[in-house]
Nanobody, 120 residues
Framework: QVQLVESGGGLVQAGGSLRLSCVTS????????MAWFRQAPGKEREFVAA??????AYGDSVQDRFTISRDNAKNTLYLQMNSLKPEDTAVYYCAAGPSISRDSGIYNNWGQGTQVTVSS
């Protein structure tokens, strides 16, 4: 059974930082593309970042502020978020799929999400 469990969300002031983690089990983590998406109330799910091997991709709104990384030995995905803005407020989801993509439909395993709230 595949499981993805996010943690690390919370309430932070604008300009602050958070580090999200996604612990996985039941999949070949090292060979999977992994991604972070987010969804704010009333908005569509948005691509944040993705990684496969050493290749990374970022959404335009988080480029140069967020960093995605992975620890294959721990089957864990990370998202370091710096210089947070109120518009970063959303539920953040990690996802696993066969290839790297900005399209959420490519990913076939999802976590339950973790709330990130940035106050102004």
């Amino acid at each position: 059974q595949v499981q993805l469990v996010e943690s690390g969300g919370g309430l932070v002031q604008a300009g602050g930082s958070l580090r999200l983690s996604c612990v996985t089990s039941g999949l070949s983590f090292g060979s999977r593309a992994m991604a972070w998406f987010r969804q704010a109330p009333g908005k569509e799910r948005e691509f944040v970042a993705a990684i496969i091997w050493s290749y990374t991709a970022y959404g335009d709104s988080v480029q140069d502020r967020f960093t995605i990384s992975r620890d294959n030995a721990k089957n864990t995905l990370y998202l370091q978020m710096n210089s947070l803005k109120p518009e970063d407020t959303a539920v953040y989801y990690c996802a696993a799929g066969p290839s790297i993509s900005r399209d959420s439909g490519i990913y076939n395993n999802w976590g339950q999400g973790t709330q990130v709230t940035v106050s102004s």
